[in-house]
């Protein structure tokens, strides 16, 4: 009689996320196999987040990272996670250019932004309204304002630590912006499942990133070291990797709670009034 191993009878699961340190470090204990299912077989792939979410529209994956600003075109295919979100109380994307300018000077300037579904891009246009956007990746953003190439850029990711060292100075934190206008944290991305899943295998796989997010927080001394190899903008700065990967992966990434959903809705309540999204999300997590 021909055996069935486990691993065959398990169903290969897709998840997609950011190459940088925070999510490396969110993911690492099922990348491990350290958590580990008896009914799913994990693949992961990274790509940049403008990439995954113009995936999204293509459901290429069945759970990714998704930029908030990006979700209501595809909530009827993905629905929300309850952990592995990006928030942050009191700072987030930041400006920056080869000189100190108020902000009322960057109106109708040209600024490099990594992506137009980020909700990066969507804070500075409910931030300044009025600007020329030159949409790049988030690699290229820090040498091609270093370089002169553009006047001002918009950083996300460990760039938000690294631009001194490009002779590059903070003109203003969106994410001090928010939280002095909402006293809340500024919500930035999180991780979706297609809605084809059972509610069983939603709350399972759910259950294994939030399991994986747990040995992080635990272990940090152990995987700090392994993820710095994708936080390449640090330079294998231990000690700022830390301070980057705690910025992102902190109790909202375990669960966003009562107040990171209401970040969430506050961002879309904000978006809409402004135009920028045509319609309210319904906010419905996998608990």
Known sequence: MQKISLKTLRKIVSIAHSPDADDAFMFYALTEKIIKSNNFEIEHTLKDIQSLNKESQELK?????????????????????????????????IIVGKQKVSYKELKNKTIAIPGEKTTAYLLLKLFLGDFNPIFVTFDKVLSMVSDGEYPFGLLIHEGQLSYLRHNLVKIF????????KTNLPVPLGGNVIKRTFSSED??????LIKKSIEYALLNKEKIIPFVSKYAK???????????????????????????????????????????????????????
């Not at 375990?254 to 999300?281: N, S, W």
């Open 61 to 93: 994956n069945d759970i990714q990272a998704i930029s908030f600003f990006a979700y209501p075109e595809v909530e009827n295919k993905y629905q929300l996670l309850s952990c592995g979100g990006s928030l942050g109380y009191g700072y987030g994307p």
């Open 173 to 180: 934190d969106l994410g001090e912006w928010w939280l002095g």
């Open 233 to 287: 903008e640090l330079e294998s700065n231990i000690e700022l990797v830390e301070k980057f990967v705690g910025m992102y992966v902190n109790e909202f990434t375990l669960d966003y709670g009562t107040i990171g959903k209401i970040a969430i809705k506050k961002l879309y309540q904000m978006a809409y009034k402004e135009g920028h999204i045509t319609k309210m999300p319904v906010l419905d997590f996998v608990e």
């Open 202 to 207: 939603k709350r399972e796989l759910n259950f």
